[in-house]
């Protein structure tokens, strides 16, 4: 087991930058997930630690060894890819063997070691069939084999659920958090999937455009993202953004007014424009709001459409008129719409007029302009004063 | 040839005064139009009336028409029998040369003037034409494998890899590929003719001439460019997923080429081989001058043939009995690998 570190690694392929000076260090033993939309970078960020792609400038290291132009196979890591790419003219014995056998270990090693492997994988008795005769699960559980067979200093997982449906999915997922504390291992995990990021890592480093956004354990990226990409992306259903305008003594948008005293905010002055992110779960009916101990003034809002969930119930909130009728809108985005998230026993109906109100230690300030983060809590607490690099005082 | 449709149109009957009605049966009395839909429908309806006066040219025309599928499978029986007679009947009639006895080959059509089965064997007394056949194989072999391993290089570069020049590179090798061999063969003569000091622990002149190497060199070269378009498509259609893994795995990138991906192309390897040993094993211009043409100094099959053609008489019947012993090899191979090829299609089975 190792640590990996990138020190400022860029690619452009020809004008194309798709990574952009990206430096980071995984701890030994950590579960680290890289995370953001397609074409992000981040699966070419992994592909520069396993050596596949060539950085165009900065350095990989893997423990204390510097990597950037060692080949694959002289770097100590396995990889699970997202296509799964079993050899398909080879059995699951060849498949997971395949590594050690090109390192000339002898056969009783190689195949007390395919053994073990297969054990691990819950692989038992299927080793001389073919990947075209298994199932998705069973050959992605084939690949991880292959990975753990050959006990790397590091695992990479490109997406390596992706391919799978649903339920196995999530079944994998837990799977693989089990193997990664049995295995202790170093683990790079790249991911589309907000939800297997939060679930599965130790820390989560968000992409975008090819720039690290963010990298903290998932809980931080939750409630204290560092910007308006990072405080969209993680979280499902995305939080609800409304720009607004600093104005004396508090943050005025299109419908509704937070107070808050603009010299807490620094870098942001009277007149400028300041976003508002709420989550769907910090927006909370004004009747069932009692046990808030710091919240906006009322907002008046008409519920639109209700989704029910099971579990939770997402409604969809207008604000004024002039959001009635205008479908397109993403309440994510849109200044008068809101997203609620309510539990199922509320009493709500579709075109409902009601009240309701932001739990202000749950709201997020961020700057139009550069998308940065400026006050996570607007709560003002003496001695508890939260900042834009608080401690975990507002979860 | 009459339509009966033509009537559908009933103010047709009226336009068309050059080409007056045939068929009183299938016309209205008046000539004019319909009096009710109806009526006119029946008579159009009833087919049979229209067969009357057709011929049986005209009645094989409009059964083609209305089941061209019958014409389909005429034309496929004419070609197949056309293209069956035009490859096999020389087989045939060589077969019927060999069995005839020598001094008696004249006029051979269908059946051999006697019988004499002991050309087959007399072949190879008369001359070493084992020898003659081995060199062939041997070239033949050589020439493929050259091919094989050059055009599996060419074919990962070209199929996998982005470099700058990658598309023009490919056209000049299709431009080479057009050039006649025949316009290499005085420089290469020449060159295979000069004395090298480095070949001489080889050749022992320190010429190629003589040498299977004068063969295998331009043979493997002239059918280059095909194995190379055949390789480049199928090593293209190996995901990338499986190169990656294979080198996670521990194999360079030359590994992964011989472990995943020439495995996974086995059917176009087998294309490609076959292809070049029948084309090098069949060749005749550089076959027939890079050699002296004595055994022993690698002479290929063709010139074992021409070799039962002396100064005083030419052994026809051996020249046929040899003909067809040198075709059979490349007849059995074509046969195991036509196996080969579609055993590894369908085995093949990629999943990505």
Redesign the interface.
């Known amino acids: 087991m190792a640590r990996v570190r990138l020190e400022n690694i860029t690619k452009r392929y020809g004008e194309e930058t798709a990574v952009d000076d990206i430096s980071l260090e995984v701890e030994d033993g950590e579960f680290v997930t890289f995370v953001g939309p397609s074409g992000c970078g981040k699966s070419t960020t992994m592909e520069t630690v ?3 792609t060539q950085p165009t400038e900065g350095r990989v290291y893997i423990g204390d060894d510097e990597v950037t132009d060692l ?3 002289d770097r100590g ?3 699970v ?9 080879m059995d699951v014995y060849e498949n997971i063997s ?2 050690l056998r ?2 000339k270990y002898d056969d009783e090693e190689v195949r007390r070691r395919v053994e073990e492997a297969a054990d691990i994988v819950q692989l038992e008795g299927m080793l001389d069939r073919m ?2 005769e298994m199932s998705g699960g069973q ?1 992605q559980r084939v690949g991880i084999a ?1 990975a753990i067979v ?1 006990n790397p200093d590091v695992f ?1 997982m490109d997406e390596p659920l992706a391919n799978l449906d649903a339920k196995l999915r999530v079944h994998m997922r837990t799977e693989l958090q089990r193997l990664h504390r049995e295995l202790d291992a170093t683990v790079i995990y790249v991911t589309h999937d907000q939800a297997e990021a939060m679930t599965m890592s130790n820390r989560i480093a968000v992409l975008n455009d090819g720039r690290l956004q963010q990298i903290a354990a998932p809980l931080t990226c939750y409630n204290e993202p560092t910007n308006l990409f990072v405080a969209g992306f993680i979280g499902s259903p995305s939080m609800n953004f409304v720009e607004g305008t600093l104005v004396e003594d508090g943050l005025e948008t299109n419908n509704f007014t937070v107070g808050l005293d603009p010299s807490r905010l620094s870098g942001v002055g009277v007149g400028d424009p300041v976003t508002l992110g709420v989550r769907p779960e910090d927006v909370h009916l004004t009747r069932y709001a009692d046990s808030l101990t710091d919240s906006t003034d009322r907002i008046e809002a008409r519920t639109d459409v209700l989704e029910p969930m099971g579990d939770e119930v997402f409604v969809y909130l207008l604000l004024s008129e002039a959001a009635a009728g205008s479908m397109e809108q993403d309440p994510a985005t849109s200044p008068n719409q809101l997203l609620m998230s309510v539990t199922p026993d509320t009493e709500i109906e579709a075109g409902e007029d009601v009240d309701v109100v932001l739990d202000r230690s749950k709201i997020h300030l961020f700057e139009t302009a550069s998308g940065d983060a400026l006050l996570h809590g607007l709560t003002d607490r003496s001695g508890q004063e939260p900042g834009t690099t608080p401690t975990e005082a507002d979860t | 040839m009459s339509d009966p449709r033509d009537t559908t149109d009933p103010s047709g009957i009226d336009e068309s005064g050059a080409d007056p009605p045939r068929d009183p049966t299938l016309r209205r009395p008046d000539g004019g139009t319909p009096a009710s839909g109806s009526d006119d429908a029946s008579i159009l309806k009833d087919g049979r009336d229209a067969e009357l006066d057709r011929g049986p040219f005209q009645q094989w025309v409009a059964d083609s028409i209305e089941n061209p599928d019958r014409v389909y499978r005429a034309m496929f029986y004419v070609a197949a029998v056309f293209f069956l007679f035009t490859t096999l009947f020389p087989f045939y009639w060589l077969l019927m040369v060999a069995l005839t006895p020598e001094g008696q080959l004249q006029n051979i059509v269908f059946t051999p003037n006697g019988f004499n089965p002991g050309a087959f064997v007399e072949v190879f007394q008369v001359i070493p034409f084992h020898v003659y056949m081995f060199n062939s194989f041997v070239i033949a072999l050589a020439s493929t494998a050259v091919v094989l391993v050059v055009a599996s290089l060419a074919g990962y570069a070209f199929g996998r890899l982005e470099f700058p020049g990658r598309t023009p590179l490919m056209l000049l090798v299709l431009v080479i590929s057009f050039f006649p061999p025949a316009a290499f063969f005085i420089p290469l003569n020449d060159l295979f003719n000069t004395s090298f000091f480095f070949l001489e622990p080889i050749t022992g002149d320190g010429t190629l001439y003589n040498t299977p190497f004068a063969l295998v060199t331009p043979l493997s070269a002239i059918f280059m460019p095909l194995a190379i378009f055949i390789l480049t498509t199928f090593y293209g259609q190996i995901p990338d997923g499986l190169e990656d893994a294979a080198r996670v795995e521990g194999t360079t990138r030359l590994g992964a080429l011989f472990r995943v991906i020439i495995p996974l192309s086995a059917p176009g390897v087998a294309t490609a081989g076959v292809l070049t040993f029948i084309a090098t094993y069949n060749e005749f211009f550089f076959s027939f001058l890079m050699t002296d043409g004595q055994p022993e100094n690698w002479a290929p099959i063709l010139d074992g043939i021409l070799a039962y053609q002396g100064q005083y008489q030419v052994l026809y019947h051996l020249m046929a009995a040899a003909s067809i012993l040198g075709v059979i090899p490349v007849a059995i191979l074509v046969v195991i690998a036509q196996e080969k090829i579609v055993s590894g299609l369908t085995a093949g089975a990629l999943k990505e």
Do not use: D, E, T, W
Not at chain 1, 81 to 87: E, M, S, Y
């Open positions: 396993a050596g596949l080949a694959p196979k890591v396995a990889m890819f997202q296509n799964i790419a079993l050899f398909p003219h395949f590594g090109l390192r990947p075209s050959q292959r050959r990479l």
